[in-house]
């Protein structure tokens, strides 16, 4: 997903007393935007740089396994999207945006180069009844692509037996001469890797650092960018596209490049590529030379200066993230039969706080809007909470492109470009930024024609849209996978055409739900409503991870045993939640009619 900041923000300060014509710009906005535009890039730059790499990091390096690898990837993106909650509120009440935005940086600075240090490769094995076997790894490469001449293979009765995995979960061992010298009954065996344990709590300290400090950070940054402009400064909307374009330009380089050092030099060079973007990123907001010095500041205070305090408790919060993350890697999920609420009881700690905080807000919110408000009040809200639901709908599928997506770029498509070169599976994610910056100007002039004709869709079914483009985007790839050769790849234009099909889904709803609640919203409730929003993402980037978990695939140290198993699990795994979306985006698009009604013209 790439973040599409909007115009309408609750936490602007009035700064009519500026005299725009005085001014001397950059591109015809006031020059600080340039200093804003490239602090929030390097970000960009950083943050994605280093989410395109951290799913293959966790298999391939750390060989956590399919389930623990996306279960801890939803469980970051979850916190990504949630800790600007507290954030944006100590920025709003007492750091200021910009003394947020430096801290942030230097606490996601810190983390991407923690993160960078993963020591030496996990040792893969296999446990089979209960007794460890050794596997011996040929021609290995840490790195996102491996070597194509790699092998692993199991000792086993003293010889050295290569590994296939069988569609009924059967694990057979095939001799040099490729005849079944064994075969091992499904649940008889399990992947397991020898780690080591400083430098998996390294790993966990360094997400933790990363996800303190965006949420000093994310919020904080368009804040200023608003804080530019005066109030009925026509400019404003143009400017926050030009910051727009930043994002979109920070997240097409790191994707490119962080993937393309870990691959020709390792891990750490790409991770620590993206701990370098943040440090570039601190400069910027940093050393201005006093062009921003106007702009998000602390508000007046009387009394002591709470910064440090501030500081000290951020730091002191680590370790409780670190406590959620590994909460996240050890918790057993539910056994077969215990049901939706022996599901939700065996959730780890994170999930049952996401989960339980949506659950009771949303019914308690409607109920006080009813109470309270007017009847007219009470359906607007009630009409922004629908949508609410169906957005953590959206962005549970949609988010598949860090996990799922990638370990299926990775294992079963051919990233070839023309036989001219190949992309690495990371790279494959820049299909949603590139075509996020074609398709922008096109889906915007296409709203504007339809406008002016009379013919916009409604918010409602602008969202139905959305979550049917992304289940026909899932079933475009499934599609593709019909024509897969003896070597089970996909060919890199369908998933690239996913991607594409994605990015048009996304335009359909990401730049329309901020300023949806800002207008649906009772007034004295906006900023609570634009923390349930925020917490909505927040659940769906959760979800994400777990429905990842559900195209899991056998692997021996994060190479998959069989291309045609893996490759019949994610295409199964796609059409069901394609087909599940399609279904969600028919429901609305019929409830578009009642809920334009309970809009009450807002559009």
């Given at each position: 997903?790439?973040?599409?900041?909007?115009?309408?923000?609750?936490?602007?300060?009035?700064?009519?007393?500026?005299?725009?014509?005085?001014?001397?710009?950059?591109?015809?906005?006031?020059?600080?935007?340039?200093?804003?535009?490239?602090?929030?890039?390097?970000?960009?730059?950083?943050?994605?740089?280093?989410?395109?790499?951290?799913?293959?990091?966790?298999?391939?390096?750390?060989?956590?396994?399919?389930?623990?690898?996306?279960?801890?990837?939803?469980?970051?993106?979850?916190?990504?999207?949630?800790?600007?909650?507290?954030?944006?509120?100590?920025?709003?009440?007492?750091?200021?945006?910009?003394?947020?935005?430096?801290?942030?940086a230097l606490m996601m600075a810190v983390g991407y180069f923690t993160l960078a240090f993963g020591g030496a490769p996990a040792k893969p094995y296999q446990v089979i009844d209960g007794q460890r076997y050794e596997v011996v790894v040929e021609n290995f490469r840490d790195a996102?692509?491996?070597?194509?001449?790699?092998?692993?293979?199991?000792?086993?009765?003293?010889?050295?037996?290569?590994?296939?995995?069988?569609?009924?979960?059967?694990?057979?061992?095939?001799?040099?001469?490729?005849?079944?010298?064994?075969?091992?009954?499904?649940?008889h065996f399990s992947e397991q890797a020898e780690h080591n344990p400083l430098m998996l709590m390294v790993l966990l300290i360094a997400l933790s650092l990363v996800s303190v400090g965006n949420g000093f950070f994310k919020p904080n940054i368009s804040t200023m960018v608003g804080?530019?402009?005066?109030?009925?400064?026509?400019?404003?909307?143009?400017?926050?596209?030009?910051?727009?374009?930043?994002?979109?330009?920070?997240?097409?380089?790191?994707?490119?490049?962080?993937?393309?050092?870990?691959?020709?030099?390792?891990?750490?060079?790409?991770?620590?590529?993206?701990?370098?973007?943040?440090?570039?990123?601190?400069?910027?907001?940093?050393?201005?030379?006093?062009?921003?010095?106007?702009?998000?500041?602390?508000?007046?205070?009387?009394?002591?200066?709470?910064?440090?305090?501030?500081?000290?408790?951020?730091?002191?919060?680590?370790?409780?993230?670190?406590?959620?993350?590994?909460?996240?890697?050890?918790?057993?999920?539910?056994?077969?039969?215990?049901?939706?609420?022996?599901?939700?009881?065996?959730?780890?700690?994170?999930?049952?706080?996401?989960?339980?905080?949506?659950?009771?807000?949303?019914?308690?919110?409607?109920?006080?809007?009813?109470?309270?408000?007017?009847?007219?009040?009470?359906?607007?809200?009630?009409?922004?909470?629908?949508?609410?639901?169906?957005?953590?709908?959206?962005?549970?599928?949609?988010?598949?492109?860090?996990?799922?997506?990638?370990?299926?770029?990775?294992?079963?498509?051919?990233?070839?470009?023309?036989?001219?070169?190949?992309?690495?599976?990371?790279?494959?994610?820049?299909?949603?930024?590139?075509?996020?910056?074609?398709?922008?100007?096109?889906?915007?002039?296409?709203?504007?024609?339809?406008?002016?004709?009379?013919?916009?869709?409604?918010?409602?079914?602008?969202?139905?849209?959305?979550?049917?483009?992304?289940?026909?985007?899932?079933?475009?790839?499934?599609?593709?996978?019909?024509?897969?050769?003896?070597?089970?790849?996909?060919?890199?234009?369908?998933?690239?055409?996913?991607?594409?099909?994605?990015?048009?889904?996304?335009?359909?709803?990401?730049?329309?739900?901020?300023?949806?609640?800002?207008?649906?919203?009772?007034?004295?409730?906006?900023?609570?409503?634009?923390?349930?929003?925020?917490?909505?993402?927040?659940?769906?980037?959760?979800?994400?991870?777990?429905?990842?978990?559900?195209?899991?695939?056998?692997?021996?140290?994060?190479?998959?045993?069989?291309?045609?198993?893996?490759?019949?699990?994610?295409?199964?795994?796609?059409?069901?939640?394609?087909?599940?979306?399609?279904?969600?985006?028919?429901?609305?698009?019929?409830?578009?009619?009642?809920?334009?009604?309970?809009?009450?013209?807002?559009?």
């Amino acid at each position: 997903m790439v973040d599409t900041p909007t115009a309408d923000s609750p936490r602007e300060p009035d700064i009519t007393h500026i005299n725009p014509a005085a001014e001397r710009t950059w591109f015809g906005h006031p020059r600080p935007l340039f200093w804003l535009f490239g602090t929030e890039m390097w970000e960009r730059f950083g943050y994605y740089g280093m989410r395109a790499l951290l799913t293959l990091y966790l298999t391939k390096h750390f060989v956590l396994g399919d389930r623990a690898s996306t279960g801890l990837y939803g469980g970051y993106t979850a916190l990504v999207y949630l800790t600007p909650l507290v954030g944006g509120l100590l920025a709003d009440q007492y750091l200021g945006s910009k003394r947020a935005v430096r801290f942030g940086a230097l606490m996601m600075a810190v983390g991407y180069f923690t993160l960078a240090f993963g020591g030496a490769p996990a040792k893969p094995y296999q446990v089979i009844d209960g007794q460890r076997y050794e596997v011996v790894v040929e021609n290995f490469r840490d790195a996102p692509t491996s070597d194509p001449n790699e092998a692993r293979h199991l000792i086993y009765g003293g010889e050295k037996l290569t590994m296939r995995g069988n569609g009924d979960g059967s694990l057979s061992l095939l001799a040099a001469n490729g005849q079944e010298a064994h075969r091992i009954a499904a649940g008889h065996f399990s992947e397991q890797a020898e780690h080591n344990p400083l430098m998996l709590m390294v790993l966990l300290i360094a997400l933790s650092l990363v996800s303190v400090g965006n949420g000093f950070f994310k919020p904080n940054i368009s804040t200023m960018v608003g804080e530019l402009y005066q109030q009925g400064d026509r400019r404003r909307d143009a400017g926050f596209t030009i910051f727009y374009m930043g994002i979109n330009t920070g997240s097409i380089l790191g994707q490119f490049l962080c993937a393309a050092f870990a691959d020709t030099i390792g891990w750490p060079a790409g991770l620590g590529l993206a701990g370098v973007a943040m440090l570039i990123s601190y400069a910027m907001i940093s050393f201005h030379g006093g062009r921003l010095d106007a702009y998000g500041n602390p508000p007046q205070r009387e009394g002591r200066d709470p910064a440090l305090i501030i500081y000290v408790l951020a730091i002191l919060a680590v370790p409780l993230f670190y406590f959620l993350f590994q909460n996240l890697m050890t918790t057993e999920k539910a056994a077969p039969g215990a049901g939706f609420i022996g599901y939700l009881a065996t959730l780890p700690l994170m999930g049952q706080l996401l989960f339980g905080t949506f659950i009771v807000s949303v019914p308690a919110i409607l109920v006080w809007s009813f109470v309270k408000g007017s009847r007219k009040e009470g359906e607007m809200m009630l009409a922004a909470m629908v949508l609410i639901v169906f957005n953590v709908v959206f962005w549970t599928l949609f988010e598949q492109a860090g996990s799922s997506l990638t370990l299926f770029a990775d294992r079963n498509t051919d990233r070839s470009v023309f036989g001219l070169f190949s992309l690495s599976a990371p790279q494959t994610q820049n299909f949603n930024p590139l075509s996020i910056v074609l398709l922008a100007p096109v889906m915007s002039a296409l709203w504007g024609w339809l406008a002016r004709r009379g013919g916009e869709p409604s918010i409602p079914i602008k969202f139905s849209v959305a979550l049917m483009g992304v289940g026909a985007g899932f079933l475009f790839l499934v599609w593709g996978s019909t024509f897969v050769g003896p070597d089970y790849k996909v060919g890199l234009w369908w998933l690239a055409g996913l991607y594409v099909i994605h990015s048009a889904a996304e335009l359909c709803i990401s730049p329309v739900g901020l300023s949806m609640i800002t207008k649906l919203s009772i007034a004295r409730v906006v900023g609570l409503m634009m923390g349930v929003w925020f917490l909505s993402i927040s659940v769906a980037q959760y979800v994400a991870g777990v429905v990842a978990q559900f195209a899991s695939v056998e692997t021996v140290g994060g190479q998959v045993t069989n291309l045609k198993v893996s490759l019949d699990t994610y295409t199964h795994t796609f059409t069901t939640i394609a087909l599940v979306a399609i279904g969600l985006g028919v429901v609305l698009f019929l409830l578009s009619w009642p809920l334009k009604k309970w809009m009450h013209g807002v559009q």
